[in-house]
């Protein structure tokens, strides 16, 4: 990969809060429908991306805990129930009126870093804009640093396994993940979102294998 790509964590949190900022603007202008409009998340609309997002920007680890023993230990089953049961009793304006509260919010769970929450950003922003037809652009180095973050973990993507053989390679912004004779090139935004299991909204900036 290409080295030292990542931001510093200062400008790591200053790219989160943009990302919030620029959400907000863009749920600011959705109709109710849109709201409740299919995301790319599976099973989850627009409202629910919104919870999720909520959610972590100010988690607590005494709910995780609760909601985890409740999910019977399965941490994706938590993510999902907790996103969708916010979703079903709060309003879309005051999912957004929270999402606006914790713009300048600095909290990670154990476990992750803040790369992580920018990494959610960018990758859930997409999930709301893509659907509604909405241009949503990705800053060159937040999308650089938050692919370098998966590249360098496993769970939950397990991209080195699953792109074993295979190189990907940014055309807009140095950067270059995994090693192998087939090369997959594009821009950066749609690189993360197929490493994060976006293949079908990517798939048309892509070249390659």
Known sequence: ???NPALSIERTW??????????VELLESLSEAQWNHPSLCDGWRVREVVAHIVLSTNPSFGSILFNLIRARGNLDRTIRDTAIRLAARTPAREL?????????????????????????LLVH?????????????????????????????????????????????????????????????????????????????ARSELTGS
Not at 14 to 23: G, H, N
Not at 97 to 117: K, N
Not at 176 to 185: E, K, L, M, R
């Open 125 to 201: 922003g997409q999930d709301i804009a893509i659907p509604l037809g909405i241009p949503r652009e990705m800053p060159l180095p937040a999308a650089r640093s938050a692919i370098e973050r998966i590249w360098t973990m496993g769970a939950p993507f397990h991209v080195r396994k699953h792109f074993a053989g295979k190189r990907l390679v940014a055309t807009d912004i140095e950067w270059s993940g995994g090693d192998g004779p087939a090369v997959i090139t594009g821009p950066i935004s749609a690189l993360l979102l197929l490493s994060t299991g976006r293949e079908q909204a």
């Open 14 to 23: 200053q790219a989160v809060a943009a990302e919030r900022t620029s959400l």
């Open 1 to 3: 990969m290409t080295e």
């Open 96 to 120: 957004l009126a929270e999402l606006r509260d914790g713009i300048g919010a600095q909290v990670t769970v154990i476990g992750t870093t803040p790369a992580d929450r920018l990494m959610d």
